[in-house]
């Protein structure tokens, strides 16, 4: 090869490379990404009751158990509530729960405190069914002695056949 072909063929590739370096188009630097604000810790929610539930949880906010006229069998419409504080009891080992039994005027004084026991026991063997403990429950009866209403009348008379669920350890 000569030195003009040389020299020819050094153009060429200049003129080529030359000619890419004006293809290749500049990109614009990258936004800076800012570091994320750090975000509020997170709590896992493990589907465990704490005592907070005891004031803001719908079903553990029902604390009173319903009995029809001279009965101690707990009615289908209070299965849930049982399940729930049942579950709550499970879930707090330390909660502690007095179940208050009461009846209406009828009946005399022996007999109400009777069904009244019976129907905290009641509340009490569904609670421990659903896994509550009975280290947990006290049954307490107060028979006719703490009505929440004091009418002669059927609807006031149901009002007092109960079960009151209070918590006296959370």
Known sequence: MNNITRLALVAACALVLSACARQVREEPPAPVAQAPAPAAPVVADDGRFGPEDLDTNACLMQ???LFDFDQAMIRPEFQAIMACHAKYLRDRP??????EGNADERGSREYNLALGERRGNAV???????????GQLTVVSYGEERPVCTEATEACWQQNRRVEIVYTAR
């Open 63 to 65: 604390r009173t158990v």
């Open 94 to 99: 330390e909660a502690r729960v007095t179940l």
């Open 124 to 134: 009490s063997a569904a609670l421990q069914a659903a896994g509550g403990s009975a």
